[in-house]
């Protein structure tokens, strides 16, 4: 018999190659996609069908695409700190009966692209939208009769030094206002760097002034009527409503049901969605919590930060007499950017495609572990080399800086004067430093051990 025109498709080189060779018929070999250590690891650690289905998703990905850093970046991390929890909140607005989901800038802008695929994909009753706020522009404008002690928590938490224009810009205060309101203290210029001890006095002053609460509270009389212009024109109370966030206090959303409940001059208790949040449910508001994980989640808020515009500063009458949000242009690393446009959404696709056996169970567990590893993937390069160049302000003032900036003259002085260097990972700094650099800061950290023996 001629096998001559057959085809036989397989992966074993003797199985599928050398047999079928012998008979005539045209072995064509494929190879398998391999698991590499990140992808054992999640099948090893979680144990489950589902794992391993969710690991083979990413070695399919890396073997069919051969992606850059950053895009294997995005679609094997950072889709499981982010889709595992959209995939959770649609679920659960779904059961609940909502209608529209509402997800605020500008953690919102990957989270309603993720959502949106999947509405679309699977037919879901539910309509999202994008609504413009921040802390800058819904705190102060909440403030009707006091001031809330939240307020003060960016200064009290603070854990070192801080310049004096940091301490203006987080009481929303110019110079010739503050020595106004406080003559007691000293006129610092604004790149004086206070010492603990006078930010706390500081504090403790304006929590007892009379006169700072005057003008905080004038403030907010000033800048509600446009947030709330902005509310009335933008959220729909007449369908049952929730609103999306990633993570925080949750104190952001007593802020805004106070504003939303001004617009609408009606009380009322708002529904938020969070991946988790550090205050439970009250009178004023319903809190959903997605996990009880106690691990960091400050390194998804580098990723939210990494975007084309600002933060909303302020809102302002646009040209056709809707309200509109104030945002600037602003520096970002766009490779990572649209490889996150791009992928989370295709990946939440293939996981909803995936056919996982206990799917609730399965999206807490692998969010759950991704963000539980995320110091111990820091040594892969797939994480840190797209990581280590995100900007973000760890307090509600101050300047941006990277996770890990390259080393230079000035961080080595720093090391030499025994100062800790501005690096969130002095190992990963190291890794991006030119070679000469590397040594002299080896050099120098040798000298300094061996001096303190």
């Not at 992966?11 to 050398?18: F, H, I, L, R």
């Not at 009290?156 to 203290?185: G, M, T, Y």
Request: proline share 4%; with cysteine.
């Amino acid at each position: 018999m001629d096998f001559s025109d057959w085809r036989h498709y397989g992966d074993n080189p003797v199985a599928d190659g050398v047999l079928p060779g012998r008979l005539g018929i045209t072995p064509v070999l494929h190879s398998i996609p391999r698991f590499n250590e990140y992808e054992r690891s999640l099948v090893r650690d979680l144990g489950s069908y589902d794992a391993y289905c969710i690991a083979t998703l990413m070695a399919r990905y890396r073997f069919d695409h051969e992606p850059s850093t950053a895009q294997e970046f995005a679609y094997t991390r950072v889709s499981l700190y982010l889709v595992s929890y959209v995939l959770w909140v649609l679920s659960d607005a779904v059961n609940r009966g909502i209608e529209n989901l509402y997800f605020i800038s500008r953690d919102g802008h990957h989270l309603k692209r993720i959502a949106d695929a999947v509405i679309k994909e699977q037919n879901l009753g539910i309509a999202t939208h994008y609504l413009y706020g921040s802390r800058k522009v819904w705190w102060i404008a909440s403030f009707v009769d006091h001031i809330d002690a939240e307020f003060f928590l960016g200064l009290e938490s603070l854990k070192e030094s801080c310049r004096f224009s940091d301490i203006l810009d987080s009481l929303s205060l110019d110079a010739r206002a503050f020595h106004r309101i406080f003559p007691q203290f000293p006129e610092w210029s604004q790149r004086t760097r206070l010492p603990l001890p006078d930010v706390k006095s500081i504090v403790q002053a304006a929590k007892a002034s009379k006169a700072y609460e005057n003008h905080i509270l004038e403030l907010a009389r000033s800048r509600r009527p446009m947030v709330c212009q902005y509310l009335r024109e933008s959220v729909d109370l007449e369908k049952r409503s929730a609103f999306v966030e990633y993570w925080g206090r949750g104190f952001t959303q007593t802020c805004f049901g106070r504003l939303l409940a001004c617009a609408h001059e009606t009380p009322l208790s708002t529904e938020f969605y969070y991946a988790r949040s550090i205050y439970q449910s009250d009178a004023t508001g319903v809190r959903r919590n997605f996990t009880v994980s106690k691990s960091s989640l400050l390194p998804v808020e580098r990723l939210f930060a990494n975007f084309p515009r600002s933060t909303v500063t302020a809102y302002e009458r646009g040209d056709m007499g809707k309200t509109q949000a104030v945002t600037y242009p602003r520096q970002h690393d766009e490779a990572l950017f649209s490889a996150m446009e791009a992928l989370l959404p295709q990946f939440a696709l293939d996981l909803c495609r995936a056919g996982l056996f206990d799917k609730a169970d399965t999206l807490r567990r692998v969010f759950d572990w991704s963000i539980g590893r995320f110091s111990t993937d820091l040594s892969d390069r797939v994480v840190w080399e797209p990581f280590a160049r995100l900007k973000y302000v760890n307090r509600s003032f101050g300047e941006e800086t990277e996770f890990a900036p390259a080393f230079g003259l000035r961080a080595l002085w720093q090391a030499l004067l025994g100062r800790k260097p501005e690096s969130e990972s002095v190992e990963i700094s190291l890794k991006r430093s030119v070679w000469l650099i590397r040594m002299a800061y080896s050099v120098v950290f040798s000298l300094r051990r061996h001096k303190s023996l």
